[in-house]
């Protein structure tokens, strides 16, 4: 019994020996870490390393957004100006992406700061990166091209553009489509990839040309009067149209007829009514032509026949006069010459 309580104190002193020996050895190894100065100092160099990487991140993405908003206050006297919301997506989708990069570049330099292995991290974030890019490069290529569509201000809300095949006026333009409508109602949704060439009808004045076929029983100098007559007041009566129509000359001829064109410098995509005016400005003045030949005939025709009754009326009133004269003459004659 007594060995077996001496085992058992024994074997409790060992414990507790062993206890204290780690717990000295944890004190002083904690000791010793709490007071090891090149860890301390290699960890304040790296907190001041983070600090700084910090400030000259966000030092950075305030001088590049003071940069944008320096570029983009040039816009507001183009036709950017008159959608401004157009201007606050460029500013603040610019603002994002510079903000993105830089913060992305901070976390980057924090890691390796804090011993991270990066070359890791950046191998799975280029796979990554590329898996995307493949599955996703048509929606990337349209945001892409639909951002420098809205920086460049190559059409807006409201401009008449062809692409490609279609034509139609701009009813809204995003990062990703393009909506026209069609003349005819029709809504064509674009995906702004697949814009190659624009031909903007609103950014610049329009020139109206219209050719109209004349009979080669009018002489030229007769066409020419008419045209000028027809046109003379459109300037001031179509605000569309900013200088009087000019005639260059005669475009075609032929045996039957010739064509004369007419020009006419008219707003941005007005051409094709400014043309139709030109049409109905010259149909009418033909229209009034040919009725005021008419009433000249008929005043002439009037005429005749008015200088024609007198010499009727003279002829009608001859004739009784004659009839008595003959008749007297008759009586008067002798009766053997009768009888004879």
Not at 86 to 108: A, D, G
Not at 170 to 175: D, E, F, P, T
Request: glycine fraction near 6%.
């Amino acid at each position: 019994m007594n060995l077996f309580l001496t085992g058992k104190a024994t074997e409790a002193q060992d414990i507790t020996e062993n206890a204290a020996k780690e717990f000295n050895s944890f004190t002083s190894g904690f000791w010793n870490w709490f007071t090891d100065i090149s860890m301390w100092s290699h960890i304040a160099f790296s907190a001041l390393r983070i600090v700084i990487i910090f400030i000259l991140t966000r030092i950075a993405i305030k001088l590049i957004n003071k940069v944008i908003d320096r570029s983009l206050a040039g816009k507001d006297k183009t036709r950017l100006a008159a959608n401004p919301r157009r201007l606050i997506t460029i500013r603040e989708l610019s603002k994002n992406v510079v903000s993105s990069v830089f913060n992305f570049i901070m976390i980057m330099l924090i890691l390796n700061e804090f011993g991270f292995n990066l070359a890791p991290l950046l191998a799975g974030a280029g796979v990554a990166g590329l898996a995307i890019s493949f599955g996703a490069q048509s929606i990337i290529k349209d945001i892409i091209t639909g951002f420098f569509i809205i920086f460049e201000d190559q059409f807006a809300v409201g401009d008449v553009i062809q692409t490609g095949t279609y034509k139609g006026t701009v009813q809204m333009v995003g990062l990703r489509t393009t909506r026209l409508i069609s003349w005819n109602g029709e809504v064509n949704i674009i995906p702004n990839g697949s814009i190659i060439s624009v031909t903007n009808f609103s950014l610049s004045n329009s020139l109206a040309v219209v050719d109209v076929p004349m009979s080669m029983d009018r002489s030229l100098e007769d066409a020419r009067l008419l045209v000028t007559r027809a046109t003379e007041h459109m300037k001031n009566d179509k605000d569309e149209v900013l200088d009087a129509p000019e005639i260059l000359g005669i475009q075609t001829l032929t045996t039957g007829e010739y064509s004369l064109r007419i020009i006419a410098k008219c707003q941005p995509n007005s051409r094709a009514d400014v043309e139709r005016a030109i049409h109905t400005a010259i149909k009418t003045q033909l229209d009034r032509d040919k009725e005021r030949a008419r009433l000249e005939e008929e005043c002439k025709a009037a005429a005749e026949v008015q200088s024609a009754a007198p010499q009727e009326q003279q002829n009608t009133g001859n004739a009784p006069i004659t009839g008595v004269l003959k008749t007297e003459v008759n009586e008067k004659r002798d009766p053997k010459e009768s009888n004879d």
